[in-house]
């Protein structure tokens, strides 16, 4: 019998991800290849590619009327950002899931950053911009929240100790303990 390799999924289980709430997301570039930008003096400062990043971040909520971009950061090979999917009334729509909402984002972002690579000389990457997932977790009251917005806002600071960093010296454990 024949033994397949199955992922096993990062998802919450039985939550709905389509419900009004609030998530915190991070999202790696393939490999860790860092082409969003560099942090300098502890801040980040965004390449052409970065700042387009930012841009497809921000068109989240004019994409989905139902979804709001909270605090973010982009940094040199990963980005975090806080998205919340809110009740815009009445109307009866089927409210976008977050897995749905991070496809399409990293759907726009790959094409533009392709564009990028054959039109404005963007490093070339492998076989895609993002890895194959995304790391999500679902914030569940105010205090989780500030700890995340505090950790994304200090994110840059911390670079050298980031575990996403290719040439840091690891350890960071998120915003969680």
Same mark, same amino acid.
């Not at 999924?9 to 609030?22: E, F, K, N």
């Not at 082409?35 to 965004?46: P, R, T, Y």
């Not at 009334?89 to 899931?97: C, E, I, Q, S, T």
């Given at each position: 019998m024949e033994e397949r390799h199955h992922r096993r999924?990062?998802?919450? %289980?039985? @939550? /709905? @991800?389509?419900? !009004? &709430?609030?998530f915190f997301v991070t999202v790696c570039a393939q490999d860790r290849l860092c082409?969003?930008?560099?942090?300098? /003096? &502890?801040?980040?400062?965004?390449s052409a590619a970065g700042a387009m990043i930012?841009?497809?971040?921000?068109?989240? *909520?004019?994409? $989905?009327?139902?979804?709001?971009? &909270?605090? @973010?950061?982009?940094? !040199? #090979? $990963?980005? %975090?950002?806080v998205i919340r999917v809110v009740d815009v &009334?009445?109307?009866?729509?089927?409210? !976008?899931?977050l897995p749905g909402i991070v496809q399409w984002f990293k759907t726009m972002t790959t094409n533009e950053y392709l564009r990028g690579v054959k039109i404005l000389g963007w490093p070339p990457i492998r076989a895609r +911009?993002? *890895?194959? #997932?995304?790391?999500? %977790?679902?914030?569940? #009251? /105010?205090?989780? +929240? /500030?700890?995340?917005?505090l950790y994304i806002a200090e994110n840059p600071a911390r670079w050298t100790h980031d575990s996403e960093n290719p040439g840091g010296h690891g350890g960071e454990g998120g915003p969680y303990g």
């Open positions: 999924s990062i998802r919450l %289980h039985g @939550y /709905d @991800y389509g419900a !009004p &709430g609030a082409l969003f930008g560099e942090i300098v /003096d &502890g801040q980040m400062v965004s930012e841009k497809w971040l921000l068109e989240l *909520q004019n994409k $989905h009327s139902d979804v709001r971009c &909270g605090a @973010y950061v982009v940094m !040199p #090979n $990963h980005i %975090h950002v &009334g009445a109307d009866l729509r089927v409210r !976008p899931a +911009l993002w *890895q194959r #997932n995304y790391y999500e %977790h679902v914030i569940r #009251n /105010d205090e989780e +929240l /500030d700890r995340i917005r």
